[in-house]
């Protein structure tokens, strides 16, 4: 059963609640938590927690660690940096979303903030300002689960198959990111980038994988 992070968070935390944890120490939890789901969305293209392997959170403490233990962001708050050799701007950023959010005490993103103000008081708190780009599309739902079966319900199934899962080999030795492999598939199936994420029949999909293996099967022998 395929279950979306945010519910796995709220069950969770409504079991630290339970609990009678101390309101800190589930705050620190869930920032946590927050933390890893939006990595696993924005590094590994991940959107469900069973998705996630344990060579997935292997990637992402290693991911940490090379970033460093200070760099963290949760919920669009995002302090730039700890490290003064590193940056002149010392600056906790945040998008307006969170900045409202924020404005309400008692708050998630109210305490948060707070946090990061008596941790780092020297730093001032800014508005985030994105230019978005108006070619720019965000491929929402293009999850390495949607890649699978679109390669595999089109022509040369097997061989683009075994080429896409090599690059995931690589993604899982560190080597590249989601990112290029989403650029390897748009190149591939230049469709999807102009038309966007399309749902694929279940039914089409269960026929063809079938045969991909086979394929995949008689090229192996």
Known sequence: MNMEFNQHIIEYMTHCYSRQLRPKTMHSYESTLRLFERWCKEELGIETVDAVTESTIRHYIS??????????YSNDLTKVTNAPEHRRDYTLVMDRTFARAASFVGSNEYNLLQDARRDY????????SIKKKEDKES?????YQYMENYIATHANAARIMEEYKELRLQAECHSIRYANIKKWFLAMYPEVAQFGVTEIPERKVENTLSIVKGETALQAA
Not at 63 to 71: L, V
Not at 121 to 128: A, D, F, G, K
Request: proline share 4%.
């Open 63 to 72: 991911d940490i660690q090379q970033r460093g233990k200070y760099t963290f």
């Open 121 to 128: 008081p020297s730093y001032q708190v800014t508005l985030r």
């Open 139 to 143: 491929y929402r739902g293009l999850t």
